[in-house]
């Protein structure tokens, strides 16, 4: 057989025997074998997908948590300031209170003080009188003590008691 | 590993030069080299060896069909001396006959065409049941299992059909490739296995044959014309940016370039294949010329190293036969043809 000439036999088995193996492997091989891969390649892919969401969804979560730290570290310093100033401002109320208050015992003490020496003054006054009418009792009943000194006064009382 | 590859190649050369020294050692030059041509080309018997007279050989059946006489069955032995196993014009059987180059005759000479199971049509079987076997198996581990790592056939085939869809299909037919891998898998793969096992001492030149890369070619041509788009066959008929007078002369050429490629596929393989083994044979062929120990050592080697070389021509013949045979099809299908600005 020439090297350069196709023998119609050869042709013959070649184009039905390749296309026999084609149909055959088209059919039974390359078909079930072909959606085999697509299948797996596509769980492949979905399964990097889904872990790119997971880890998405970490990442969101993460963030939202820091955020929500940092609000509540936030509302936590405004709390804590309003305290401090809550607790200032008690503190100098309660000063002025204080302050006031004592300024009030003082006003009420020096109106105490008046009222007791005023009261104090009256007694000694009374006292200075009646010691005072007792010296002067006690003087008279001295210079009254002979009979002449009792006449001339009852002569002077008489007298007056007659002018009356 | 390399030690043990250099071994066996050595022992199988060895022993092939043993087998074919007594017949080729003592005939002229002619005789010498003959075996080479013999080998390359097709023939009705399949021939193994040759100790001293006796000739290892299988028959193989000639079928004939003709208009006058219908289909007949022969065995190739009927047209062969049983003695020196040689066909010729002086065995006629039944009104044929097998002449000296292997070929098949009438008596009468009236027309005929012949169906032969030639030494090829046997090799071409072998490859298809390999392939086949191979391929099946593969698919019935994804029927077994389902999506999952491959194993065993699986493993060897899938790497393979990985290659060739996303590669050889996806890279050179673009968006509609997913039509065309089943075919361009099955090209692959026989031609590949093709190439490999005829490198195998013995085996025949298969894919070095013209008539199997001829229907390979042609089916490519088919399914690349078949599937042509609009923008393909205004390519050719209306190329896009030629003036018209010119038409005249590119149109003419765009429709060779239409034939052109299916034979550039075909004389390819072929030629890369048979140069192949006759560069082997060749190399073989210088032991008995020289009838020297130290050039059949020398040949010997060199015959071991261009068989690695053949094992890596095997697949690149292959991946370009198929990768020829994507880019043709990607060009009958691509929604812009990529010459539109010529």
Known sequence: MDLITPGTGLIFWQLFGFLGLLFILIKFAWKPMLAALDERESSIENALKSAETARNEMANLKAENEKLLTEARLERDIILKKAQDASVKMIDEAKEDAIKAGAQMIANAKAVIETEKKAALADIKTQVASLSLEITEKLLRKNLSDDKAQKELVDGFLNELKLN | ?342
């Open chain 2, 1 to 342: 590993m390399t030690r043990k590859i250099l071994v066996i190649s050595l022992l199988i050369s060895a022993f092939l030069l043993g087998f074919t020294s007594n017949t080729y050692a003592a005939g002229g030059e002619e005789d010498k080299t003959s075996f080479i041509m013999h080998h390359v080309k097709d023939s009705h018997e399949w021939h193994f060896a040759t100790f001293g007279h006796t000739h290892v050989t299988l028959p193989l059946p000639v079928i004939v069909y003709s208009g006058d006489r219908g289909l007949e069955f022969f065995s190739s032995t009927n047209f062969q001396n049983h003695e020196t196993h040689l066909f010729g014009e002086e065995y006629a059987h039944e009104g044929y006959f097998i002449d000296e180059h292997d070929h098949l005759g009438r008596v009468d000479e009236s027309s005929f065409v012949e169906f032969s199971i030639t030494k090829n049509v046997i090799m071409l079987f072998i490859v298809l049941i390999v392939v086949g076997w191979l391929a099946l198996s593969a698919a019935s581990f994804y029927k077994k299992n389902g999506a999952v790592a491959p194993k065993g056939a699986a493993a060897i085939i899938e790497p393979i059909v990985i290659f060739v869809r996303d590669d050889i299909a996806k890279n050179s037919i673009g968006p509609q490739y997913k039509r065309f891998v089943p075919y361009l898998i099955t090209l692959f793969l026989f031609v590949w296995f093709g190439n490999l096992l005829g490198l195998i001492p013995g085996a025949a030149n298969m894919t070095g044959n013209i008539a199997v890369t001829l229907v390979l070619a042609v089916l490519t041509f088919i399914i690349t014309n078949v599937n042509g788009n609009k923008a393909y066959w205004k390519h050719v008929f209306m190329t896009p940016g030629v003036p018209p007078l010119m038409l005249l002369i590119i149109v003419p050429v765009e429709i060779i370039g239409l034939f052109t490629k299916p034979f550039a596929l075909m004389v390819r393989l072929f030629v890369a294949i048979t140069a192949g083994h006759i560069v082997i044979l060749g190399f073989i062929a210088l032991a008995f010329i020289f009838e020297s120990y130290t050039i059949g050592i020398a040949s010997t080697l060199m015959v071991t190293f261009i068989n690695l070389i053949e094992l890596l021509v095997a697949t690149i013949q292959a991946y370009v036969f198929t990768l020829f045979s994507a880019m043709y099809i990607g060009s009958a299908v691509a929604e812009h043809a990529h010459d539109d600005h010529h």
